[in-house]
């Protein structure tokens, strides 16, 4: 699922910030701010936290295998009525009923099991009702509910009697527990029936889009027409779907291989359909670029397809995504979720993430197989922008709300900024192979998955232990702030760089983070770039190179999710104004053979470093004009290799002079 905020971002970003990145992160994550999710508070108030999200009391003891709806809508009344068949394997012996999740806004008429009447209670939010005998586990139940009614609406919408240009339009969008607002259903993600049938009948005018293969319409001859759809892959209750409209229709086709083919087929109302056709051939080629990344589209003896909603974003439904709008990225994002979401859905909602990162994520990796690096690099900058306002963990500790469940800070860029993350600990080849792995697991394809079955996944390709990771950036919360400073030191034609960085997390846990850091070194000419692995609060790190660097970057190309800042160098006495540069002492001091001498700079300058004999006599020269950045820096004076003449012990002074600034003294002991 993607509000329709997080893609407006995209269209705009899209085409105006290829060059001014830095400047639109600013300026339209306000925007997406602003624009958040359409939420309508769930408004399921008898369910506390954990009872919305863990399975329903008395579903334990059966196991789901198909659903056949058989729908009747009536959009002048704004009702439907119908039945629901539920196929289900008894789990439990003896099992002597049955508890479904059913708004209690749905009328139960009648409950059949097999041929047999039975009698049925209603709780709250739930259909209760007893089998005609005792199950033994393993045994196959078949059950009828006859129901009907208005449907409600709680979380994004769950079921919508909509209109567009005066025609109706109906669709649903049940994620995450409104499928039991229109269909009484085990709702929740753990149990996926093997496959379902879908029969919608409605007034003929009305095209109706569903899960899978469009099996008949058929023409009622009474002013309604029923549509036929069949999907024969394991689905969660709340991938499915129905849409209904005056659609125009527009298609083509998935070549996946030489001899074989899966239609791609768009619903669009009138209005839209120059954008549903045009985008069309985009969502061709996306399919190719996914199968390429994550193994062949999962539901590829059927369809691919969009319909539109009256939902501004859009939701996963498997094989027909619905969308508000035909938008690239939005495209990109719903079609990934066929992989992770719909054939690997996350076992319990706390772990959404497994869905909303790696979509979003999915859309970084389509654009830069698409457009290149530069534009990967710029998706993930605006989601590691968001990533830090998320607050608390990214395992989803309150699923009982919308908001908290789908707030795109942490779910959607924290998540997809812990992919990127991952990528760069693990490196491109292992990371990619990584995400195959897990997509071709097959206790989990077709099936659900946790966070440790992902890392599970991670850990057997990459022969590392990722617990450290998973455990600061999926159950830890926040990220690092890290202070830096940097000195160098004559080394022969190069230079020993001394590097010290300090993690200041206030809020953050763990206190400090574990992770691999790029550190660039630049000359003007030249640039190096080291790794360092951070794992303590502060660390100093000693580079020798071969030139002197003037500028020094950490994470210059934006793997870490934390804040970079160059800690402001203190120059001057306490109580004085802050000058431009600080001469430290000597050390060691007295001193025999060479002694390094500190000095701090606020800006970047020329500096010349001179000693003297008590006599005034110029004995050493050092770095006469160079040019040294703001830091703190370190010069070496070695008396009997900078001076003609061998020194004799005493007293000398060392001056350390910037351009139009007063030069500053000290004195130092040379003993020989
Ligand atoms: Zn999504």
Redesign the pocket.
Known sequence: ??GEGAMRFFKIVCCSLLFCFSWGVAQHSEVFRENKFRLQELQRRTGTATSVAAITAGQEGFDVTYYNLDLQLSTPSRTLTGSVTIVARSLAAPLSSITLDLAQTMTVYSVKVGSVNVNFTRGAGTLIFLLDRSYQSGEIITATVNYGGAPGGTGFGSFAFDSANGTPWVWTLSEPYGARDWWPCKDHPGDKADSVDIRVTCDATLTVGSQGTLIDVIDNGNGTKTHVWRHRYPIATYLVSLAAANYSEVSGWFRYSPTDSMPVVNYALPAQLQSATSTLPLTINMLHIFSDLYGLYPFVKEKYGHAQFGWGG?M?HQTLTSLGGFSENLIA??LA?QWF?DMITMRTWPDIWL??GF??YSVALYRERKYGLYAYRQVMGYEMTNAKRATGTLYVQDTSLVQTLFDSRLVYSKGASVLHMLRRVLGDSTFFQSLRQYAADPALRYRDASTSDFRAACETVSGKDLGPFFAQWVYGRGFPSVDYDWSTMPDGPGALVELRLRQINNASEPPFFTMPLDIRFADGNRDTTVEVIVHAAAHTFTVRLPFTPLNVVIDPDGWALMDVRQAPVNIGQEGTAPDLFALGQNYPNPFNGSTLIPFSLAEPSTVTLEIFSLLGMRVGLLQPNDRFPAGHHVLRFSPADDSRDALPSGVYFYRLALPNRSPQIKTMIYLR
């Open positions: 699922m993607r859009g996963e994002h719903e979720h979401g869905n909303e979509a979003t």
